[in-house]
């Protein structure tokens, strides 16, 4: 296979799943969290706060982007905040809110885990878990995480090239978990208008090299409320397979990250738009 970039061969032969030995690129699979696919003609919206911070804020949050059709609810209870003295998220407290709103709400959750310490108490409570783009390269963890049963959400290293990326997914398959979502959610870049440079590129670039559903975060991808939704629906258009984005009941008393947190009734219109331009792609938001 060509894909016209430089050290292609090299990076074809490293990117393919060892464990299966495959050749040529595996067929594109479907990565089931708790009876919601992703990587089908389907597009999945996975959309709540940035940080659990009480039972009233996750579950007015859970229950309208429920309503308004996200599939999957994220929330964290372990935050890798850049300041130490900022909210540092309510840790298992956090973790048991999620479980008790996915059951109330009957949407599965995903969040993030930080340290290997943390997996066996994350394990029990979510269905699918997030290695932040802090973690990317911490080979450690996702070896451990490769070794569990759930699925994985794998967000982009800020300053990783597409081709790290895919060896980071790799060392999760190679323990033998084939469950991984790949996020695209923004990169380091010169630019400082915005918070980071949202890569749409490495959708289709992520897309044609692996066999991996591709999501994108337009949250952290730009870290302005008002740029998610042109980002949102971009991505879409770009062929990614579902979004990752920030909701908040009120962002303006979020504890984390409310700059770029979508309100309910933005939220709720972004879905209505992010609909039609599904079905232009040939999707659909379900
Ligand atoms: C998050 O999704 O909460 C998060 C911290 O994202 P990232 O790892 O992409 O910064
Ligand atoms: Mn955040």
């Known amino acids: ?3 016209g970039i430089s050290g292609d061969q090299e990076l074809i032969e490293c990117y393919v799943p060892m464990k299966t030995n495959h050749k040529t690129k595996p067929e594109p699979i479907q990565v089931k969290v708790n009876g919601v696919e992703i990587g089908g003609r389907e597009v999945i919206i996975i959309a709540g706060p940035c940080a659990v911070e009480n039972m009233k804020q996750l579950l007015e949050t859970a229950v309208s982007v429920g309503k308004s059709h996200a599939k999957i609810l994220r929330g ?3 935050k890798p905040r850049t300041s130490p003295y900022t909210f540092q998220g309510l840790g298992e407290e956090g973790l ?3 479980r008790e709103i996915s059951i109330e709400t009957g949407l599965p959750v995903v969040t993030e885990v930080m340290d290997t310490r943390q997996i066996d108490v994350v394990c029990r409570y979510a269905d699918m ?3 932040g783009s802090r973690n990317m390269q911490n080979y450690p963890l996702l070896k ?3 070794k569990t049963n759930k699925p994985v959400l794998l967000k982009r290293g800020m300053m990783a090239t597409i081709e790290e990326f895919l ?3 790799e060392y999760i398959l190679n323990q033998g978990n084939e469950q991984v979502v790949l996020c695209e959610r923004g990169i380091r870049t010169f630019e400082t208008t915005t918070r980071n440079t949202l890569d749409l590129s490495a959708v289709p670039m992520l897309k044609h090299l692996s066999h991996l559903p591709v999501i994108v975060d337009p949250s952290h991808g730009t870290g302005l409320r ?6 949102a629906k971009a991505a879409l258009a770009a062929g990614a397979d579902g979004l990752i984005m920030e909701v908040h009941y ?3 008393e979020a504890l984390c990250d409310g700059q770029q947190s979508l309100d309910l009734n933005e939220f709720d219109q972004l879905m209505k738009d992010l609909r039609k331009v599904a079905l232009a792609v040939d999707r659909e938001i379900a």
């Open 76 to 78: 964290g209870a372990f």
């Open 129 to 131: 878990l997030q290695v």
């Open 250 to 252: 009120k962002p303006e």
């Open 167 to 169: 060896l980071a997914a």
């Open 1 to 3: 296979m060509n894909t």
């Open 144 to 146: 451990e995480v490769g």
């Open 96 to 98: 048991k809110m999620l």
């Open 226 to 231: 008002w740029m998610v939704p042109a980002m």
